[in-house]
């Protein structure tokens, strides 16, 4: 009985997690326009890979490269540049980046919640004036998306994906909804969900590694790792190394 009594209560714990044999993975929180860190970062990732043993390396990008930060144009130049040269690189769709999708579309709801999550500087980024931006309605801002955003940006961010799985790791955007099988997951709760998902106190089906919610540092709970560390007004982008049952962090500060 004394033995039953002392376990309540006890916080959970997160069973051991792995990366195949040979394998290493860096996954990169939420960049948000900040081309600067984005360059800074992925070279440190080059230097941390070149200084441990030879393996098979995969960068999964976070999702919401786009909005906020001042670059969103050059920060997609670059991965659609990467993505060419290294098609082990992969990319999920955030819920910055599924808007974007919707406004180029001219969807007029989708171009009103583009304009409310940080759009403006997305459409600042492609060369737009920002006195033209401030006097546009919503049709004529749909009709300089499409003259000023090049169609290969369109074509990259629509083939990012939802998911990704390596070993006893799931990547997603912004989580996945407790109690329902990976397979089964919706998109939308992929790419917007918070509370069920961060509020969950148990192990599920995969450590889950998401950007979405923004943390001071990684946020390693039972269940998921957040990789967020809100670039856009930290100055701090982040990425979580994995190989083995080995975790660690990568960082590119403003702050140096």
Not at 66 to 79: F, Q, Y
Not at 85 to 114: I, Q, S, Y
Not at 128 to 147: S, T
Request: hydrophobic share 40%; with cysteine.
């Amino acid at each position: 009985m004394l033995k039953k009594l002392l376990k309540v209560g006890r916080a959970p714990v997160a069973p051991t997690t792995a990366i195949p044999n040979g394998e290493r993975v860096y996954a990169i929180g939420d960049v948000h326009g900040c081309a600067d860190l984005l360059d800074d970062l992925l070279d440190r990732i080059d230097a941390d890979d070149r200084s441990r043993a030879p393996a098979r390396t995969t960068m999964i990008f976070l999702g919401d490269l786009v909005d906020r930060g001042p670059a969103s144009a050059r920060v997609l130049e670059r991965l659609r540049t990467l993505a060419a040269e290294r098609p082990d690189t992969h990319f999920l769709l955030g819920n910055h980046e599924e808007v974007f999708l919707e406004a180029l579309k001219g969807e007029p709801k989708a171009l009103r919640m583009f304009c409310r999550i940080g759009g403006r500087e997305t459409i600042l980024s492609y060369g737009i004036d920002a006195a033209d931006y401030d006097r546009m309605d919503y049709e004529e801002l749909h009709v300089a998306m499409r003259e000023r955003i090049p169609a290969d940006h369109q074509a990259f961010l629509e083939q990012f994906e939802n998911m990704v799985t390596i070993g006893d790791y799931a990547f997603v955007h912004a989580g996945v909804r407790p109690g329902t099988d990976l397979a089964s997951q919706r998109g939308a709760d992929l790419r917007w969900i918070r509370n069920p998902f961060l509020d969950h106190d148990r192990a599920l089906e995969k450590m889950i590694v998401h950007g979405h919610t923004i943390s001071d540092g990684l946020d390693e709970q039972v269940h998921r790792i957040g990789v967020d560390t809100g670039a856009y007004d930290t100055g701090v982008l982040s990425a979580l190394g994995l190989e083995g049952a080995a975790r660690w962090l990568v960082q590119a500060r403003r702050d140096g």
